[in-house]
Every structure is written in structure tokens, then in C-alpha cells.
């Protein structure tokens, strides 16, 4: 098959993290590389000393507050570490997790697998704004919920993120006890009801698929007892996702029309392979998918075979992944989406040839309004232009851009344009390009072009 060097270009910003150079001259088309990428069904894990499992950061983090009351109290033989003070555990295992990200960004040959860990973990959004506990298990929900699964099934992935630590805290689901439950009773507690209306509205069907607030109760009660282990795991670390009997609302509870028996942990589980199965959940992550990958509106044909595609398959996300890419809407010319600023970023980095050193990224990402799992609200950071290029947020990458410049002075711009967009450069980005008054400038107006903003 011929290699097309502009759908090779293309599709290095589609689907991927944007093209370094050397990798518009592949000699393997494109399609058949974004195939491979599905079929071998390999999600890269980031790794790091700081990476540790979600029981064991949170262990960290109390430890670390219980040690800096009782030195703030002044409590007998208490005292912090002699000299320069530590990062703390939230922001040490923060950074960590924002570099080994970055690292896996710059290494992959395309990244289509990893734009799709991006695309699923801003679908089930945990944030670190929530608090110290978010801040330090965020990366790790990412790594323990959504990689294992972005190429499975939708039911196990959806399960896996429902129930993590870092989403029972996020959404209160740890407060949430059932009204007739022995903890309800002793305690006089009640529902709380976040994560099951997020599950109906954001996760799985969607707004306006039809389900009522009842259902948003019955999914509320169905969730009672999912919370963390206070006594400690296997390793002796509190924090596990544990389901406390004596927390759960007891009893059948009828959702959607669907009678779950109580039949302790399984009730979930039953609950949410229902809706993974769902028409109106095949719509609702089509949609979302095309929005992301393809266009703002994305045509109805191709929603539509996308969720088809989920349906037939089980909810196979590879299967849907590759029918995104095999769709013929999926390779239109136009360039329709703005590049988000993790995008920008990132495919800036990949093409200058950088390697970004965390501490900048945050603050880059920061002033650009795309911190790593910081997303205002559950339903995730908007995958809409508008939210992206307004006035202030384009001065903000022009700031970013003519930084980048001045780090990567010494490259030829043309020759840049060549190695990173190849085709997809217009004579007018060339032209431009050819009259910057330096290097340094031509790289920030490669950097600001439309064929680079937007893929």
C-alpha cells in the first residue's frame, strides 16, 4: 500500500501526540500502524519511585498529616525531619506522576493508545482541586482504573473506575450510607447521591436518555458500602476499595425498570454491566468519541457507527477504537479540532525535540488552563474550540510559543515545518515563516500556525 505523507501527517495530530522529526518519512502507512497500536492491545504503564498503589500513597499521606499535628501541637517527642524540609506527599507524588506522563508522551512512536488513557480518564474525571487525598491518588487512578482497560471492555472499565478510592472520594461516595443500614440506623446518616447521578449522567447514558431521579436514587442506594478499608489490606495499609456490608441499603432496588436483588457486591456489579450495555450508553460514549477525535459536531453517520459498533461488540473498546479508525469521516482533510493545551504542549515538546522538565510543564499548563486531573467539575475539561481558543487563552500559548523559541533558537523553522507538518504547511505559514525577523520567531509563528493549533 502507497504511504501518503499528508494522512501521515494528519493522523500523527488526529490520533496521536502530534509528529517528531523523522516520523512524516515512515514508510508503513499510517492506518495499518494505528491498527497495530489497538491490536496489540499494550497500554504503556508509567512507572517512577513515587508511583506507588493508591493504599500505599494514601497510608503516606496520613502519616505525613498525623506527623506534622503532633509537631504542630508540640505533642512529647514529636518532631519533623531535620533539615531542608521535604515536598510534601501530595505534591512530590504529583510531580512524579505529571513527569512519568510526559516521559511516555515524548517516547511514543504515535500515541493513539495514549490519547485514548487522556480521552477516558477526563470521561470518569477524579480532581485534585478536591483536596490532599485527590492530589495524591489522581495519577494513580489513572494507572490502576482507566489503562488496564481503555482497549477492554466498557463494563469492566466503568466498574474499575466507579469503585477506585480516588472516585468513592471524589464524588462522597465514602459519606454515603444507606438510611436503613445498621451504620444508617446508629448513626442517623443518609445518602449521598453524587456518584450515582454522575454515573447516569456523565459515565453511562447521558443527559436526556430518559432515567429520573428515582433512578438516581436507586443507583445511590445500589452504591451504599462501597468505601475504603479503614484496618488496613493485605500489606496492613487502610485505603482499599473495600464493600462494607453493614454501611449498604438493604434490600431489592428497581433501576431503570430492573430489579437487583441484594445480593451484597454483586449488586453493583449487575448494576453497571446493565448500563455498560445500554443503547443510550453506545450513543453517549460515541458521541464523545467523535467529539474528541474528529470534530466538535461530528457527523451522525459516524456516531451512529460507532455505537452501533459498541453495541455489536460487547462494548469492545478496541473494536470501537478501530472502527473510529477505519471510518472514512475520521480522515476529512479539514482540520476541525483545536488542539486542547495538554495537546499543544505536548506536540510542541515532541516536535522541538525537548524534554520538558515538569516543574515548567505545570506552570505552563496552569497559566494555559489544562493542569493534569484539575478539571473544574466531574464532567471533565470541555473538548469544544471555544473553550479553548479565546483571546486569553491563545495570548497564553503565543507566551508559551515565543518561549519555545528562544529554548530551540538553533532550529531552522522551514525546516521544522517540513520534519513536523510536511504537506500540512501552507504556503502562507511557509511565507511567514521565510520573513521572521529570527529563528527564535519563526519557530513561536510554526508554533501559533492553524495547521499547528489545530489537528
Excluded at 150 to 179: E, Q
Excluded at 224 to 250: C, I, K, M, Q, V
Excluded at 287 to 298: E, G, K, S, T, Y
Excluded at 350 to 360: K, T
Amino acid at each position: 500500500m502507497t504511504v501518503d505523507p499528508r494522512q501521515t501527517a494528519l493522523a500523527l495530530g488526529r490520533f496521536g501526540l502530534g509528529a517528531r522529526p523523522g516520523d512524516l518519512a515512515r514508510e508503513e502507512p499510517i492506518r495499518d500502524a494505528l491498527r497495530r497500536e489497538v491490536t496489540a492491545g499494550a497500554v504503556a504503564l508509567p512507572n517512577g519511585p513515587d508511583l506507588e498503589a493508591t493504599p500505599t500513597l494514601l497510608s503516606a499521606l496520613r502519616t505525613e498529616e498525623q506527623a506534622r499535628k503532633l509537631a504542630r501541637e508540640g505533642a512529647p517527642g514529636a518532631s519533623l525531619p531535620e533539615g531542608p524540609p521535604a515536598p510534601p506527599v501530595p505534591e512530590r507524588t504529583y510531580r512524579a506522576e505529571v513527569a512519568a506522563r510526559l516521559a511516555l508522551a515524548q517516547a511514543a512512536p504515535i500515541g493513539f493508545a495514549e490519547r485514548l488513557v487522556w480521552f477516558w480518564a477526563n470521561h470518569f474525571t477524579v480532581s485534585v482541586a478536591r483536596g490532599p487525598q485527590l492530589r495524591v491518588t489522581a495519577g494513580a487512578f489513572e494507572r490502576e482504573a482507566i489503562r488496564p482497560h481503555v482497549l477492554g471492555r466498557f463494563r469492566d472499565l466503568l466498574l474499575a473506575a466507579a469503585t477506585h478510592p480516588a472516585m468513592l472520594i471524589y464524588l462522597d461516595n465514602v459519606a454515603s450510607v444507606g438510611p436503613n443500614s445498621p451504620a444508617g440506623q446508629r448513626r442517623q446518616k443518609g445518602l449521598n447521591e453524587n456518584l450515582g447521578r454522575e454515573i447516569l449522567e456523565l459515565h453511562t447514558l447521558g443527559v436526556g436518555s430518559g432515567y429520573t431521579q428515582d433512578d438516581v436514587t436507586a443507583l445511590a442506594r445500589i452504591l451504599t458500602g462501597w468505601s475504603l478499608t479503614r484496618e488496613g489490606n493485605a500489606d496492613g495499609l487502610p485505603g482499599a476499595t473495600a464493600f462494607r456490608r453493614g454501611e449498604h441499603e438493604p434490600g431489592a432496588v428497581t433501576l431503570l425498570g430492573r430489579t437487583y436483588l441484594d445480593v451484597g457486591p454483586e449488586q453493583l456489579r449487575l448494576a453497571l454491566a446493565d448500563l455498560a450495555a445500554h443503547p443510550a450508553t453506545a450513543r453517549h460514549v460515541a458521541l464523545r468519541l467523535a467529539r474528541h477525535f474528529v470534530a466538535d459536531d461530528p457527523p451522525p453517520a459516524l456516531v451512529a457507527r460507532l455505537a452501533q459498533t459498541f453495541l455489536d461488540q460487547d462494548g469492545d473498546l478496541a473494536r470501537v477504537s478501530l472502527a473510529l479508525v477505519e471510518a472514512p469521516e475520521a480522515w476529512d482533510p479539514a482540520q476541525r479540532k483545536v488542539r486542547s493545551p495538554q495537546e499543544f504542549l505536548v506536540a510542541a515538546t515532541r516536535g522541538l525535540g525537548l524534554a520538558p522538565d515538569p516543574r515548567m510543564v505545570m506552570a505552563a499548563l496552569a497559566s494555559l488552563g489544562q493542569p493534569y486531573w484539575s478539571a473544574a467539575a466531574p464532567n471533565g475539561y470541555p473538548d469544544e474550540a471555544g473553550a479553548w481558543a479565546s483571546p486569553e487563552g491563545l495570548r497564553a500559548r503565543l507566551d508559551l510559543a515565543a518561549l519555545a523559541g528562544q529554548l530551540a533558537a538553533g532550529t531552522d523553522p522551514l525546516a521544522l515545518a517540513d520534519a513536523v507538518l510536511g504537506p500540512l504547511a501552507t504556503d502562507e505559514t511557509r511565507t511567514a515563516l521565510r520573513r521572521a525577523e529570527s529563528r527564535a520567531q519563526g519557530i513561536a509563528l510554526l508554533l501559533m500556525a492553524p495547521e499547528f493549533q489545530r489537528r
